[in-house]
Nanobody, 126 residues
Framework: QVQLVESGGGLVQAGGSLSLSCLAS????????MAWFRQAPGKERDFVAT????????LYADSVKGRFTISRDNAKNMVYLQMNSLKTEDTAVYYC???????????????????WGQGTQVTVSS
């Protein structure tokens, strides 16, 4: 059974930093692209960043480019999201997800991913 467990969310002031982690199990994750999405209150779930199976390539939403960094450690089945220069509009629940088998990387749409974590809350105060 595939499981994704996020951690690292919390409350931070604007301009601050947070680091999110995602522990994956139940699949050989080094074969799959991984991604982070986020959902703010009353809004749809949006793409944040994705990383290729090897970790050598990344893709970001324009809203976070230059501030967020996605990385992975395949030996530990971990995916990370380092968030710097946080803004109040970054407030959301952040989800870790894994690409569906047979799906070519990169993909921004949520339908390209099949398992999701429970989410971790990130709140940025002004």
């Amino acid at each position: 059974q595939v499981q994704l467990v996020e951690s690292g969310g919390g409350l931070v002031q604007a301009g601050g930093s947070l680091s999110l982690s995602c522990l994956a199990s139940g699949r050989t994750f080094s074969n799959y692209g991984m991604a982070w999405f986020r959902q703010a209150p009353g809004k749809e779930r949006d793409f944040v960043a994705t990383i290729s199976p090897s970790g050598g390539r990344t893709l970001y939403a324009d809203s976070v480019k230059g501030r967020f960094t996605i990385s992975r450690d395949n030996a530990k089945n971990m995916v990370y999201l380092q968030m710097n220069s946080l803004k109040t509009e970054d407030t959301a629940v952040y989800y870790c997800t894994v690409m569906k088998p047979g799906t070519a990387w990169p993909r921004r749409e949520g339908t390209a991913y099949d398992y999701w974590g429970q989410g971790t809350q990130v709140t940025v105060s002004s």
